[in-house]
């Protein structure tokens, strides 16, 4: 069953076009990744999908819905940023119970909620800690956590990875898989790294110049890619050509 599903998104900034026509589609519980070059358009296709972008044409349908135009609030998503967008004066608790306070979820919810949330990320100790004094992984959980605590049937994952070094790049793949694996949440996840999409995604969208030049899984880009900007991207060392 099909989730979300792109139309011919156009999206532009002044003379310039982020997003030239895109189409997409994901299905329901898949871990899809989008793979591109710096300025390809892919924090912009996120941004649109979350409605923090209002698209110029084209069509975005999410759980059957037409949300082209729909606010923010009620479409069911969260997004986690590059820069983790924590809240820096809040602590660890009140940052992964601020959503939940705008929804006006009563207080005794709320403390069940974060305590579940800290526990399965391993953060429970940070609770009355503020942003500034964790180290980069628990500032990632965190964010991951205020974006979990939500509940969402889509999560989008604009380049999460990039602050953070070899190791712990490594081990958040793994607790990204493994949470995908145990919620069963459709996840977008977009990246300029390969090496993340190829291991992370069940299919990957090769993103260029605001187009999508092929789609597949793993093997399929790696085996037939569609032209020569696809073998260039995917594999390790670089495809001779």
Known sequence: MTALRINGLV????????????????????????????AAGKTTTLRAIAGLERADAGRIVFAGQDVTHAPVQGRDMAMIFQTFALYPHLSTFDNLAYPLRERRVA???????????????GIGHTLARRPGTLSGGEQQRLAIGRALIQEPKLLLLDEPLSNLDAKLRHDTR????????????????????????LTMGERIAVLREGRIVQTGTPDDLYLRPADQFVARMVGAPPMNL
Request: negative net charge; aromatic residues 8%.
């Open 11 to 38: 999206k532009r900034y002044g003379s310039v076009i982020a997003l030239d026509g895109l189409d997409l589609e994901v299905a329901e519980g898949e871990f899809f990744a989008i793979l591109g070059p710096s």
């Open 107 to 121: 207080g005794a919810e709320i403390r069940k909620r974060v305590d579940a949330i800290a526990a399965m990320l």
């Open 174 to 197: 793994a607790e990204f898989k493994r949470l995908h694996r145990e919620l069963g949440m459709t996840m977008v996840y977009a990246t300029p790294d390969q090496l993340e999409a």
